[in-house]
């Protein structure tokens, strides 16, 4: 691949250093064993089309990073969104680590940042909180818990990232805070719809899906101004493999054990949430 201007990339949200642009329209991320499992598998499942294409895995500098197609490359000073999909946004193994506590004094830090009332006595004497505690505290403060999926943060072109999502939670400030992102655009709204549509019924045929537990991925939302859209499935460090004697149907609730992750349930909650938008947006765009 030649890329015809020169490389672009944008990190909204994630951890810092991750990522470094790479040649010929590749991205470098850090390097994840499960996460090169992950991809090693879906460029030979159905859902190749929605996920950045899989190049191997190069070393710079002494550190290991798995090589994917940068999905910008064929945008024009676009917008991005990530959402993080599913009900669940830490394997359950983390809870098994309870067994083994270390208190996190820099979770601890950024709870009270958002929300001073919530660490308990303990916490507060500690001034530390487990990751599991603090994983589900943000769950249940955001949209992950009530509506399967939450906005992590997004980027309008040319403008700086917006990140203050941690309180977005009832479907009506999902909405606004969705609305906020397409700039109440119904065409970029349509093509958005068509695109997660197309990947709800890709992923109910999906071998990869059917045997996974897809846990802390998010979609990435990309647009510009030419009305060019693309929605993909990425980040997969904390995706596993079933037991063969389980299956999910990444809609039903999670109990401890059964593995569900919500994704179906968050992404049919997705596409409704837009699905009303347009609605809503046509009719404005009918009287004007
Ligand atoms: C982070 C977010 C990440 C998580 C990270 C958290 O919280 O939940 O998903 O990384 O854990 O700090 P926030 O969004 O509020 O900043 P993983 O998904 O990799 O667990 P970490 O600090 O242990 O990396």
């Known amino acids: 691949m030649t890329p015809t201007k020169p490389q672009e990339w944008l990190q909204v949200v994630g951890h810092a250093g991750t990522f470094r642009v790479g040649d010929c329209g590749t991205l470098l991320k850090r ?46 000073s676009p917008a991005i969104m990530d ?88 479907r009506d400030q999902v909405m606004a805070a969705l609305e906020g992102f397409v700039e109440s655009n119904p065409h970029i709204v349509r093509g958005y719809l068509r695109r997660l549509k197309q990947l709800r019924q890709v992923l109910e045929m999906s071998d990869f899906f059917r045997a996974h537990e ?31 004697h389980l299956t999910v149907d990444h809609r039903s609730p999670w109990v401890e054990g059964n593995r569900e992750d919500g994704y179906l349930w968050g992404l049919d909650n997705l596409i409704d949430i837009l699905t009303k938008m347009l609605s809503r947006l046509s009719c404005a765009e009918k009287n004007e």
């Open 31 to 76: 390097f994840c064993e499960e996460e090169r499992q992950c991809y090693l598998r879906l460029m030979e499942d159905t859902l190749r089309p929605f996920v950045p294409a899989y190049h191997g895995v190069v070393q710079q500098d002494e550190q290991d990073y798995n090589v994917m197609d940068n999905l910008l490359t064929n945008f024009n």
């Open 214 to 244: 897809v846990v802390g991925s998010s979609l990435l939302f990309v647009h510009d101004w030419t009305g060019r859209t693309g929605v993909w499935m990425i980040d997969f460090g904390k995706t596993m493999a079933l037991p063969s």
């Open 83 to 170: 959402c993080k999909m599913g009900s669940r946004t830490y394997l359950e193994e983390l809870l098994l680590a309870q067994e083994r506590p270390r208190p996190r004094k820099d979770m601890y830090e950024k709870m009270v940042a958002v929300e001073p009332e919530a660490p308990t006595a303990q916490e507060r004497d500690q001034q530390a909180v487990l990751k599991s505690r603090y994983m589900r505290w943000r769950e249940s403060l955001s949209s992950t818990t009530t509506l399967g999926f939450r906005i992590e943060g997004f980027r309008r072109a040319n403008e700086e990232c917006h990140t203050n999502f941690k309180r977005t939670k009832s």
